[in-house]
């Protein structure tokens, strides 16, 4: 008789993208004529680069001639594209990375969940409070995390760092020390980001006791303040410690489109084993690529042209995150993030995050993100993203100054 894996009924109800999901459908159901507005999901909103655009239509016609049909991609993803992520995102920033240490995938969110694959079920993980949820969901799946307290809103065997008002939303080194540590810079959900000093602090206290961070760089392209690193190999030492993982997602609009890639250094080792090739035995065995098309439309974000265009599409969602947090200064919230992130992360006077969530979905119709969905540290806070459209986002905003 099969089993299931019972640790996915230790999850705590749905995901909180479903719940906001429901509570929205339910309200538009019952409010036909209203006109809601979406700063919720971090999800882009403008269409996908005119360079990016042409790549994928010479790719698509690439396919349907005989002589340069592309069937499944290389195991760690197309040379021309391994090649322009060294130079433009490692090489260009004085980093140093192979391409054999890069692995393409279809984004983030699938390796910011499978990376714990190579990792034994006997790891004690860190992660920030609030945290995008997948890092511990994910290791909730795989038996990482002991048990779900619904009381605390916290797993028993997983080491939370609050980031909140009092720390700068950064978190601070832990008293007990984890085996895996999650970080995310610049952050979703708060909106806030690391120095390179401080990052390097992390670093050392990983080699210290000898623990490997995750660092997910999701939202690189955002960073607008100089002592800001684009990656964490830009720290002393962190090829020996950490793993490294990017998006398409939000520098290029392709969400919807899928792409992202994972850095793995050779450095990184327990004991001889290189944690390099058991990624690549991963990848080689349970992703079968991601496609020619998207590969080359990659490629194509970074052409001169595509970098252009790419960087004004990230211009126009700073602008709105401008238009944001100046807007809610105005009506008297204290509003945190949106400088070096497209997200606005704000506290809610008092109310509860859902409380708050309830007032803006039926005064102002915005929908935007309950802090507490991101842990319990965020109870009190309220993401909003800057992914919207100008329109909607200066609408969204008037409709919240009047409540
Ligand atoms: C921190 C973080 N990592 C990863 C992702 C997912 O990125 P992708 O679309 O590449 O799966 C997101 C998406 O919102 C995110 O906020």
Redesign the pocket.
């Known amino acids: 008789m099969f089993k299931i894996n019972e640790n996915y009924l230790k999850l705590p109800g749905s995901y909180l993208f479903s719940t906001i999901g429901r509570k929205v459908r339910e309200y538009k159901a019952a409010n036909p004529d209203k006109d809601v507005i979406s700063l919720g ?3 882009v909103t403008k269409p996908l680069a005119p360079s990016v655009i042409k790549a994928l239509h010479d790719a698509v016609d690439e396919m349907g001639n005989p002589d340069t049909f592309k069937g499944y991609a290389p195991d760690l993803g197309y040379e021309f594209l391994r090649n322009a992520i060294r130079d433009n995102d490692y090489k260009a920033r004085g980093v140093d990375i192979d391409i054999d240490e890069i692995f393409i995938s ?7 969940g499978n990376i714990g694959d190579i990792f034994s079920k006997d790891n004690k993980i860190a992660v920030c409070d609030p945290v ?1 949820p ?1 890092y511990v969901d994910t290791n909730a799946m795989a038996g990482r995390t002991g048990d779900y307290n619904l009381e605390t809103e916290k797993w028993s065997n997983v080491i939370y760092m609050p980031c909140t008002k009092e720390t700068g939303f950064a978190p601070e080194i832990p008293l007990e020390n984890p085996d895996i540590i999650y970080l ?1 810079f610049p ?2 959900p708060t909106g806030a980001t690391i120095t390179k000093d401080a990052l390097q602090e992390w670093v050392d206290y990983a080699l210290k006791i000898g623990a490997c961070i995750i660092y ?1 760089a ?2 690189e392209a955002y960073i607008s303040e100089e002592d800001v690193p684009h990656s964490i190999y830009e720290c002393e030492g962190a090829k020996a410690c950490a793993i490294e ?1 990017r ?4 520098n290029a609009g ?2 919807g489109t ?3 890639f994972t850095v793995v250094p050779k450095e990184l080792k327990k004991g001889n084993v290189m944690l390099r090739d058991l990624w690549a035995r991963r990848h080689g065995t349970k992703f079968n690529g991601a496609p020619y098309i998207i590969q080359r439309a990659g490629e194509a974000v970074y052409s001169k042209e595509g970098k252009r265009e790419t960087r004004e599409q990230v211009a126009y969602y700073m602008e709105n995150a401008r238009i944001i947090r100046e807007s809610l200064k105005e009506a008297g919230y204290t509003v945190y993030g949106g400088v070096n992130a497209p997200y606005i992360w704000l506290d809610t006077n008092g109310a509860s995050s859902w409380e708050f969530f309830d007032t803006l979905l039926e005064k102002a119709n915005v929908v935007g993100t309950p802090g507490s969905g991101f842990g319990p540290s965020g109870e009190g806070y309220f993401r909003l993203t800057a992914f919207g459209t100008r329109e909607n986002t200066i609408e969204a905003l008037e409709r919240i100054k009047k409540i």
């Open positions: 999901i971090g999800d279809d984004g983030a969110k699938s390796d910011s995008y997948v995310c952050n979703n997910d999701a939202y993982i998006s398409f997602s939000k392709f969400t899928r792409l992202g």
